[in-house]
């Protein structure tokens, strides 16, 4: 499996595609904000000619989601997410607006959502991700685990050295950790951990170091 990564917004958040050799894909966390930045997604996708079967989203705070009005659009997807995160579609301005960035005419209401939940197997080309309900950053925060690969797309669960912030609407520091503990850490120590934000990382290595969770 090829993993493209892309770092987009003013908060660095990591877009990850997925693809094999069937040129089928998925977009994990579609993020480009500045129009640049959803140039170059899309060129990516469409130089290729990747057929991109799913929109995956590990949660739904705004700067995991600026791309997904024009994925939808271009491809035809349908948005991808666990049900207990579209509470926050409520008030995308009032997320942004925290960090000071301003909200323009932006809507982020799909007309079609696909719910995911604890233990779904998404599949594309010769690809499988089982997904990993994984509360605590949002209530509904999931993780895409490739067992093949020994790989884990963790959104803003798990960092390098770091959690995910729990002070946001819904979060929750004692469910975060539960969710690592009882998700993250059962993984291979191998396993190779792509974050929301930041360098990827390993089980064993935050197993080890992790400030927050560490042994």
Partial sequence: MNIK??????????????????NECVVIDPAP????????????????????KHLLNTHLHFDHIFGINMLTSQFGLTVECHPDDLFLLEDIPGQMQLFGLSTGNIDFKPANVNYLNEGDIITFGNQSLRVFHTPGHSP??????????GCVFSGDLLFYSGVGRTDLPG????ELVHSIETKMFTLPDSTVVYSGHGPATTIGFEKKNNPFVGQ
């Fill in 5 to 22: 990564t892309f770092e987009f917004n003013p908060l660095g958040e990591n877009t990850y595609v997925l693809s094999d050799e069937t």
């Fill in 33 to 52: 904000f500045y129009p640049d930045e959803k140039e170059l997604l899309l060129s990516y996708l469409l130089d290729y000619g990747f057929k991109v």
């Fill in 140 to 149: 509904g925060s999931v993780a895409f685990y490739h067992e093949a690969d």
């Fill in 171 to 174: 979060g929750s520091y004692e």
